[in-house]
């Protein structure tokens, strides 16, 4: 240190040389040192320092919900509809009592997509209607995230068209469009490509991995696994990575569902903690 | 993700029930029941409250330490702050020694008639 420096922190002389440790000995003889005060390298085989054995891993399972719903059986001439918007607002699922596109799907992401589909060419006719998916007895709409406040108004006016199409008609989607789709074998192939070469490389860094389960017409079932399970970004993953590599691949693919318990399984995203260890509830 | 201040349980059991009583994990913690009453035997109803007061991450029903728990049904009513309560029912389900019941479930969404 300078000695400028050494008169303006007020530090004359040098530190003290430190004392080398005295040897360890037995409690109660010159130079013990209590235990809590030697290196850790001699506590490693104290009990207190042994880590906790993992309990056995438990399996969480999932009951089902039971709903207070009127049952939808029975059709009768009049096309009764029923609209369940999810939690967060963005879409609304609407359920018709009778198929709407019978073992197909059709995923229509913007107005002018909507070419090969009567139904949802009307449907965008809606204002703030940004994307239609249409699969077997139900037609999902999603609005645009400038749209805000309750679906019921514009939900009534989704529900009418819907009802007016069915009872004109008029077919849901074009002749060419379902001539357009590929076997089943054929979308298996090339989903599954996409998942080992794309998908499940990118999610195996977080652990993860997808499984394709099924196709039906041109609809796909996937289940996500390891820490995909119950992860708070799979919703993301599915909808921002895994539909886009899979229509990217599939232009004709309709629905894409996940058929995860993301509450369930041997290994959910928070796990079982180790006795003894505290986390922050 | 709201904070879950109180919930209330009330579990039917079925053909087989248990010996030990009920206890509840809330983020990996068991937590023993609040005011248990009735029985978790063959056919006997149990209830009881959980006060977790915390961010319930994961919500599990302990099964039991052995042999296995026919549930017929639960009923579970959450109190989470600033929302007003509401009620899951769960159907049938069976847990053994290895497994616990997922307990946490969210608002079902609202059904409308169009």
Known sequence: ?281 | MPKLQIFRIRIATGEQGRTDIPEFKINGFKIPFDNPRGGVGPGETFEAEGAPQSFAHSLHLCGPTEGTWVIRETTLTYNLMGEPPYTIRLGRVVLDSESDLNIWHERQPVVFDV
């Open chain 1, 1 to 281: 240190m300078p000695n400028w420096l050494s008169k303006l922190l007020g530090s004359k002389e040098s530190p003290a040389p430190v004392a080398p440790a005295p040897p360890s000995g037995a409690a109660g003889e010159p130079g013990y040192i209590p235990l809590t005060a030697r290196p850790l390298s001699d506590r490693a085989d104290s009990p207190a320092m042994r880590r906790p054995e993992a309990p056995p891993s438990r399996k969480v399972v999932s009951a089902p919900v039971l709903v207070d719903e009127e049952e939808m059986s029975g059709w009768s001439s009049e096309i009764r509809i029923k609209a369940r918007p999810d939690l967060g607002m963005a879409s609304c699922v609407f359920l018709v009592d009778r198929p709407v596109l019978q073992g197909y799907s059709t995923w229509i992401p913007t107005a002018t997509d909507a070419t090969e589909s009567p139904l949802a060419a009307e449907l965008f006719q809606i204002p703030g209607v940004e994307s239609i998916l249409i699969h077997e007895m139900t037609v999902t709409v999603t609005r645009h995230p400038s749209v805000h406040g309750p679906w019921e108004p514009m939900a009534k006016e989704i529900g009418a068209k819907i009802r007016a199409h069915l009872l004109s008609g008029q077919p849901v989607v074009s002749e060419a469009f379902l001539a357009s789709i590929p076997p089943e074998e054929e979308i298996w192939r090339r989903v599954q490509q996409v998942i080992d070469l794309e998908v499940n490389p990118g999610v195996a860094a977080h652990s993860g991995v997808i499984t394709l389960l099924g196709v039906k017409g041109n609809t796909v079932t996937i289940s996500m696994g390891g820490g995909c399970q119950g992860c708070a970004a799979s919703t993301i993953t599915l909808k921002d990575g895994i539909h886009r590599a899979f229509r990217s691949a599939v232009p004709e693919l309709g629905a894409i569902l996940d058929d995860t318990d993301h509450a369930a399984g041997t290994n959910p995203f928070f796990k079982e903690l180790p006795e003894g260890m505290r986390s922050y509830a």
